[in-house]
């Protein structure tokens, strides 16, 4: 179910982190995005209005009006994307949750934290230099590491997975889509308690 953002007071924004354009599809740096594609086959609905500098739509989520939000701004500033949305919507920082990727976390592996550092992870790094800090819920989708320490890392997350992993990755993002929707519905600790 969506909404006209007038129409509602929307209490969360939940920000799907990828890099935009036929390029970047299905690499492993775009587990955020194919977690949106989840939220979208599972609700009917489309994230396709462009706002904020992101690709939005307002939908109803585990019982609360949700901004669904795909930054378009590539990786490295989807900061400011949702900045802009925060600010617009009086968002507290602790009610956005970002999914994305993370290459600590063993293919297919998901991982849901109340708060914390970057990790290394340029898209997070951003959020939390413009957003004001650390205070926000992810879903970490793990797509696994290089197979050795000399692998350029920028290579390696632009790089797509191959069939067995694709498989896991393409699996977690549906199953980040259902910890969403528990974390809104339910809170942290419980999506925690089932998905981690």
């Given at each position: 179910m969506f909404f006209s953002e007038k129409s509602a007071q929307l209490s969360w924004i939940a920000v799907f982190l990828g890099n935009p354009g036929p390029r970047f599809e299905n690499t492993l740096h775009n587990a955020g995005f194919m977690a949106a594609d989840a939220v979208e086959k599972n609700t009917g609905i489309k994230i396709d209005r462009l706002k904020f500098s992101a690709l939005t739509v307002a939908a109803l989520l585990g019982g609360h009006r949700t901004l669904l939000m795909k930054p378009q701004t590539y990786m490295n500033l989807s900061g400011g994307a949702v900045w802009q949305a925060m600010k617009f919507y009086?968002?507290?920082?602790?009610?956005?949750?970002?999914?994305?990727?993370?290459?600590?976390?063993?293919?297919?592996?998901?991982?849901?934290?109340?708060?914390?550092?970057a990790g290394g992870h340029n898209g997070l790094k951003d959020i939390i230099a413009k957003c004001g800090g650390e205070g926000f819920p992810r879903i970490k989708i793990g797509v696994g590491g290089p197979?050795?320490?000399?692998?350029?890392?920028?290579?390696?997350?632009?790089?797509?997975?191959?069939?067995?992993?694709?498989?896991?990755?393409?699996?977690?993002?549906?199953?980040?889509?259902?910890?969403?929707?528990?974390?809104i519905g339910d809170g942290v600790d419980l999506a925690m308690a089932e998905f981690n």
């Open positions: 009086k968002i507290p920082l602790g009610n956005v949750i970002v999914i994305s990727d993370d290459i600590s976390l063993p293919a297919g592996k998901l991982r849901i934290r109340r708060s914390g550092s197979p050795h320490e000399d692998f350029d890392m920028a290579d390696w997350v632009l790089s797509r997975p191959d069939e067995a992993n694709g498989k896991l990755i393409a699996e977690a993002a549906a199953r980040a889509a259902a910890a969403l929707e528990t974390i």
